[in-house]
């Protein structure tokens, strides 16, 4: 093809551009949120969430690795003030109590869990110990007789 006839054509990345802003015009925004949760549940629903997990790890390492550690911190400091000037200073009051009661319902459960554990334990240890009083078994033949058995 020679110059002329490619005049006015445009890239596959211009297409994609303008038929994008087309769409966006046209249905808005939340068109885009919509079709894009549904990819997610799919993608989530075909590979798991340990798919999403791997990906989000090996995007931090590239991105620590491009921009180093600081750059976390800026970022989250940033974040932090947007939401402290939106939000309010006692949006993390509230947030940070609500944690602490998640937390110290953990803690209780997680207590009784082993509680109920021990006790399993404990109960099975003791069904398979002799009661006294009980006979026992004979030793097998070769070995010496425990105390009280005849030999």
Not at 37 to 54: I, L, N, P, Q
Not at 60 to 81: L, P, S
Not at 123 to 134: D, I, T
Request: aromatic content about 6%; glycine content about 18%.
């Amino acid at each position: 093809m020679s110059d002329k006839d490619n005049k006015g054509s445009m890239t596959v990345a211009e297409a994609g551009r303008k038929g994008g802003e087309t769409v966006r015009n046209e249905r808005g925004r939340e068109f885009y949120e919509t079709i894009g949760r549904k990819g997610g549940a799919t993608v989530k629903a075909e590979r798991g969430r340990s798919f999403y997990e791997e990906i989000g790890r090996k995007g931090g390492e590239t991105v620590k690795a491009e921009r180093g550690a600081k750059f976390y911190e800026e970022i989250g400091k940033k974040g932090g003030d947007r939401v402290k000037a939106t939000r309010g200073p006692n949006f993390y009051e509230e947030i940070g109590r609500k944690g602490g009661q998640k937390v110290k319902k953990l803690i209780e459960e997680g207590k009784r869990a082993a509680r109920a554990a021990m006790a399993a334990q404990e109960g099975a240890q003791a069904s398979s110990q002799p009661q006294e009083g009980a006979p026992q078994a004979p030793a097998p033949s070769g070995e010496p007789a425990g105390p009280g058995q005849n030999e």
